[in-house]
């Protein structure tokens, strides 16, 4: 079995530090790996000498895209998108990217789902092929991400049995889950 290892989100912890401060901070609270949000608007050369100066990993980061996941008519720019996303990864070392899919827009719910579903289709095996895990996000709508689309893990576990990748998983955020439809011991042990 799978040895838990916990990460610190950089963007919501030790952010009162600047950012290339952060990764001395998770190693002195004993995490092993940090993450963060998007990339473009941070050094990453830097942040990665200091995580590497400090014995932690970057964990994750985000896929950034010029077009979100969600929209039928941008799956190419997304996948473009991603595959920047993960040559920089692999580069960096950094085992896991984090996609999240855009807000709901106003056209069929279906028409949404099959452009997640054909977007992380598309880049699944260029995520296989560099080694790369690539997680989707379930964010909650009731508190923090109103008009976010994918709202329940279950859906976001039908994606992934659409996708049939096993690169392709699930980021199950338990803060965002319980929110949105609780009994989490059963969803995670039903789908682990």
């Not at 000498?49 to 985000?62: H, L, N, P, R």
């Not at 807000?103 to 279906?110: A, F, H």
């Not at 508190?143 to 096993?166: A, C, N, Q």
Request: net charge negative; glycine share 8%.
């Amino acid at each position: 079995m799978a040895q838990l290892k916990l990460s610190a989100c950089i963007e919501m912890l030790f952010n009162n530090l600047d950012i290339l401060d952060r990764p001395a901070a998770v190693a002195e609270v004993g995490l092993p790996g940090l993450e963060f949000w998007g990339w473009k608007n941070k050094d990453m050369e830097a942040i990665k000498g200091k995580a590497d100066a400090a014995g932690v990993q970057i964990a994750a980061f985000c896929i950034v895209a010029d077009a979100p996941l969600v929209n039928p008519d941008t799956t190419a720019t997304w996948i473009e998108g991603a595959r920047e996303s993960i040559l920089l990864a692999k580069g960096l070392g950094v085992p896991t990217l984090i996609t999240t899919t855009g807000q709901e827009m106003d056209i069929c719910r279906k028409a949404q789902h099959d452009a997640i579903v054909a977007g992380l289709k598309g880049i699944a095996p260029f995520a296989e092929e560099h080694g790369l895990t690539i997680v989707l996000e379930p964010l909650n709508v009731l508190v923090d991400h109103k008009g976010y689309f994918l709202v329940t893990s279950d859906e976001g576990f039908e994606i992934l049995d659409e996708v049939g990748s096993p690169n392709v998983k699930l980021l199950f955020d338990i803060y965002h889950q319980q929110i949105t439809e609780g009994n989490l011991i059963a969803r995670i042990t039903g789908n682990i």
